[in-house]
């Protein structure tokens, strides 16, 4: 069985930092984008940060290139989005998931097998 689990949400000011985990397990496919996407009451969903597996290069949307960094522990099944200089325009639920593509990942509406998704974890940034 497949699970997905967030950790690391919270409530910062302006220009604060934070740390979102994900630690999937059970998931049995060799290649895959892993990542996170966002969404905000009221908005549409959005793609922030995918890597493959394999080592290729992450992709970030456009607004957070340069304050969010994602990275992989591949000996723990567990992914992470160092968030820096948080703005309140990023506040929204976060959601760690795994999907054939980053596309699909970022953009949603996949229903291959191997589309997976965490239930979330809230990011508050207050001015």
């Known amino acids: 069985q497949v699970q997905v689990e967030e950790s690391g949400g919270g409530s910062v000011q302006t220009g604060g930092s934070l740390t979102l985990s994900c630690l999937i397990s059970g998931y049995t496919y060799s290649r895959y984008c892993m990542g996170w996407f966002r969404q905000a009451p009221g908005k549409e969903r959005e793609g922030v940060a995918g890597?493959?597996?394999?080592?290729?290069?992450?992709y970030y949307h456009e607004s957070v290139k340069g304050r969010f960094t994602i990275s992989k522990d591949s000996a723990k099944n567990t992914l992470y989005l160092q968030m820096d200089n948080l703005k309140p325009e990023d506040t929204a639920m976060y959601y760690c998931?795994?999907?054939?593509?980053?596309?699909?990942?970022?953009?949603?509406?996949?229903?291959?097998?191997?589309?997976?998704r965490g239930q979330g974890t809230q990011v508050t940034v207050s001015s």
């Open positions: 998931a795994a999907d054939r593509d980053c596309e699909s990942l970022f953009y949603g509406g996949s229903e291959a097998p191997e589309s997976i």
């Open positions: 890597i493959y597996t394999g080592g290729r290069r992450p």
